[in-house]
């Protein structure tokens, strides 16, 4: 079941520049998509989401682009700091949030000093 | 700024044994859930709780599971008898009317 697929592993970008994580899906059902940051160890922390009716929602360093006609969202992070290394999920859900999470694999991110 | 808490952060149990994993969901949020994640593996759905009654489980989510809300502020996991492909690490959730669900710390649970 690949619904939410997030096809980078890994991505290392310098410290300052642009950070570009992609995420697919293929469900038409989903109408929120969300990214998370995780840690090892600890529990995923919300980041930033974009519901369907938009297609782009920032909130500081962060923005998440959604192409609805693509099915395909990404998350920019400028300028990217040292503590952003961490790995980032992509998440979907239905009727606008009211349905359970589906999640991609994530991607981890490194950022080089 | 409000949190969910889980207890306990690591469990070690024999194969067969019940465990009872708890979760303190954000005060005033309505919706809970549980995923888990096996290592390696991509964050799994497994049950989502409102208005004290399963809304949507997983296949995962066999007769072997089991979700309470014993008061007001618990939320718990049960796994009857474990199996060794139950090691993974758990995560509850919460939200309230909003669409956002906040995760715990997580419980990692090693099923020997």
């Known amino acids: 079941d690949q619904q939410v697929k997030q096809n980078s592993p890994s991505l290392s970008v310098q410290e300052g520049r642009i950070s570009i994580l992609n995420c697919d899906y293929t469900?038409?059902?989903?109408?929120?998509f969300l990214w998370y940051k995780k840690y090892p160890a600890e529990g995923p922390t919300f980041l930033i989401s974009i519901s369907s009716i938009k297609d782009k929602n920032e909130d500081g360093r962060f923005t998440v682009f959604l192409n609805k006609s693509a099915k395909h969202l990404s998350l920019h992070i400028v300028p990217s700091q040292p503590g952003d290394s961490a790995v980032y999920f992509c998440a979907a859900s239905a009727r606008f949030g009211n349905e359970k999470l589906t999640f991609g694999t994530g991607t981890r991110l490194t950022i080089i000093p | 700024e409000p949190e969910v808490t889980q207890t306990p952060s690591h469990q070690v149990t024999q194969m067969g044994q019940e465990v009872i994993l708890r979760c303190v969901p954000i005060s005033n949020h309505l919706y809970f859930y549980w995923y888990r994640q096996i290592l390696g593996q991509k964050v799994e759905f497994l049950v989502s709780f409102y208005n004290n009654e399963i809304s949507e489980k997983s296949e995962i989510f066999d007769d072997q599971f089991s979700v309470e809300r014993p008061d007001g502020s618990n939320f718990t996991l049960k796994i009857r008898s474990t199996k060794l492909e139950d090691s993974a690490m758990y995560f509850c959730a919460s939200r309230d009317n909003q669409e956002t669900q906040y995760f715990g710390p997580g419980t990692r649970l090693l099923v020997l």
């Open positions: 469900n038409s059902m989903f109408d929120y």
